[in-house]
């Protein structure tokens, strides 16, 4: 339930077996925000703890109510998505954060995903793409909207493809919808020992420190859509 200052009530996660996903949602329009709020409300594993219609609104609700996703719009008042993106990467253990936006621009997208963008959802897209990218997200993938994607790739990223070997590519496309090395393992029919093999050179030549890096990185040079 909502209070008058836009705050959710939180309701213990130990009256479920799995704590739910606690998701925060900042967007300046009011009516993206009550319909996020009112699917939310038939998603099990997923609470909306807190939703703000500005900037700075937003940063003092993921400080109090520590969300385990962030939704941002990347235009709002006094601060948007991308300034408490870069704010927010600083810290040990960033928040990761998704981009609600209705701007489709590559160099917008690229300059988020250096930031460290973890999800970029379009606004027309329906609100069920959201929820599978906020489950992704939290469980450590990274989301791409299918039509961010295609803007993403570029007139040119075809003759960027043999960077990376097809296997390869496969995998870290996997990888980004949210599957676990057993899940790709199961859908290429190869072994979790052969994935991690390729994960494991797929972050030598993007020179990659994790997995997530890796998916990220090759989602920036267009080498996965």
Known sequence: MCDDGGDVEHIPGDARLDAPIRLLVADDHP???????????????????????????AVRLIETRQPDVAVLDIRMPKLGGIEILKKLADAKNPLPVILFTGYPERGLLLECLDIGARGFVLKESPLVDLMRATRIVADGGTYIDPVLAGVLAGPQAAERLPTLTKREREVLRLLSDGMRNEQVASELLISALTVRSHVKNAMKKLEADTRTQAVASALRQSLIT
């Open 31 to 57: 009516a993206i925000l009550d319909a996020v709020a009112l699917f939310v409300a038939d998603e099990e594993d997923i609470e909306l703890v807190a939703r703000a219609a500005d900037g700075e609104h």
